[in-house]
């Protein structure tokens, strides 16, 4: 690295060796509150995603793509709120309609007239989607599509992705951190929970057909996400989600498409509208509340209605879907209305210029790499990037397999250290906004370029 100031060559010696040691300089005021935190909350956080060393940078503000910690640093936001803020941070297409409701009061806990509304637009929008319950986050809308799916077929078995994360639900708490799969996800989840929720290699036919085969007549569904967040933003290939549709249909099992990421971000419908696929349902989140909580759960109508109130049946024969104190709150219902009539306003020109934007910055980034030799392959679909570090540069990653058999992993968290230092924000993957501008991405590049200059120099 060349510099004609010799204290810059310094810093940047340094930071090549740790970009902890450079953070711990720059977010003073963070490592104290995440010091106080810990007297409090276990850990000092109550979202564990949101750690990362040296320890949690606090945020004070988020505007646009920008971000601000408590010791002023300013950041380009790629974590994006959980990949959720798609037209931006505190977007005024969204803050207006909120402030208004915010005008009839906080919380009713009673119907309200927007919720017909959002519950119309998912329905027009959303190509399964007959009927939607909404609930207040992701977590909750997987457990009921679970429980949806295990009482319409009057079966138990679900098949989900290895390494696919659906929330802290505890049906689907089976095969989700890695690298040891086969073994309970921790203590105090059931143990015959391995028994009833099973998985499968992401987009391995050979290995999915094979478990569908030995779960038979008892499989009540098959849940993955249309893109894998948690591997690192892996699309599933087309052919494997029309195989996913073809025999889970034969079997008389449930497909459910868990879109709390994609969906109105690989398309305004989510995956399905872009693969053509209708799966029987979708669980969504996320982009859904425009930055306020929710989950939602929509799709065949026979399924759902199962779940009416109108249902006069004996108890037994009752599906239990609701609760949530939460659920359809005015904020919430405003947030979502507006995200959606935003997103198709903007949709013919707003999806393509995303893509356009995420082909330019995974291009650059492939290039920062490709100078210093360090070999990556990178994963974009639409809107979403991961940059995964593989043995050979390009080699394919389908699934987590993949990810454990040829990626370093923890090279993404050092990534994701060093950006830091450099003002940008990620975790393990990043999500573009509107706001998101051509020259945040010329200078999201150069810190990449920066980045990859000195993992080829701490790697030297
Ligand atoms: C694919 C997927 N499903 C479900 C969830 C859970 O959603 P929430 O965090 O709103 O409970 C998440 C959260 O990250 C997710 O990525």
Redesign the pocket.
């Known amino acids: 690295m060349s510099s004609s100031n010799s204290s810059v060559a310094v810093a940047q010696a340094a930071t090549a060796r740790s970009p902890h040691e450079s953070l711990e300089k720059m977010t003073v005021q963070s490592r104290n509150l995440h010091d106080e935190a810990q007297q409090y909350t276990p850990g000092g956080l109550s979202h564990n995603?949101r750690y990362h060393s040296p320890y949690p940078i606090y945020m004070k503000r988020a505007r646009g793509s920008r971000l601000w910690d408590v010791d002023g640093r300013e950041y380009i936001d790629l974590w994006m709120a959980?990949y959720d803020a798609i037209l931006g941070h505190a977007a005024p297409e969204i803050l207006g309609p909120v402030r208004d409701a915010l005008a009839n009061g906080i919380h009713i806990g009673l119907a309200i007239e927007q919720e017909v509304v959002l519950a119309r637009r998912v329905c027009e929008v959303v190509p399964c989607a007959d009927r939607v319950r909404f609930c207040s986050?992701?977590?909750?809308?997987?457990m009921y599509a679970v429980r949806m799916a295990r009482a319409f077929t009057g079966r138990n078995t679900i098949l989900k992705i290895a390494g696919?994360?659906?929330?802290a639900n505890t049906d689907l708490m089976v095969d989700v951190f890695p690298p040891d799969y086969g073994v309970p996800e921790g203590r105090g989840l059931p143990p015959e929970l391995t028994r009833a929720t099973r998985s499968v290699t992401y987009n391995d036919i050979e290995d999915t057909a094979r478990a569908m085969r030995e779960a038979g007549g008892d499989l009540a569904a098959v849940i993955l996400?249309p893109v894998m967040?948690?591997g690192g933003m892996i699309p599933a290939e087309k052919e494997y989600l029309q195989f996913l549709r073809e025999e889970t249909r034969k079997s008389g099992a449930l497909l459910i498409f868990?879109e709390?990421?994609t969906g109105f971000r690989i398309a305004l419908g989510g995956a399905q509208e872009h693969h053509d696929i209708l799966p029987d349902l979708t669980?969504l989140?996320?982009i859904l509340g425009g930055g306020l909580?929710i989950?939602a759960i929509c799709g065949r109508a026979d399924v759902l209605d199962e779940t009416s109130i109108l249902r006069k049946v004996p108890k037994q024969e009752r599906v239990i879907v609701g609760g949530g104190t939460y659920s359809c709150n005015p904020l919430s219902m405003a947030g979502g209305i507006a995200t959606i009539d935003t997103l198709e306003a903007m949709e013919d020109e707003l999806y393509p210029n995303l893509e356009r934007r995420n082909q330019t910055l995974c291009e650059g980034i492939e290039k920062a790499f490709a100078s210093q030799n360090i070999p990556v392959t990178l994963m974009a679909p639409a809107s979403l990037h991961a940059v995964h570090f593989t043995r050979e540069a390009g080699h394919p990653v389908r699934s987590m397999a993949d990810v454990l058999e040829h990626t370093f992993p923890e090279k993404q968290i050092e990534l994701a250290d060093r950006l830091r230092v450099h003002g940008v924000f990620e975790l393990h993957a990043g999500a573009l906004s509107a706001a998101h501008s051509d020259d945040d991405i010329e200078t999201l590049i150069a810190a990449y370029e920066r980045c990859a200059e000195e993992m080829a120099e701490a790697g030297a």
């Open positions: 995603a959980h986050s992701g977590t909750e809308a997987t696919g994360w659906h929330g996400e967040g948690a868990d709390v990421i669980t989140g996320k909580p989950g």
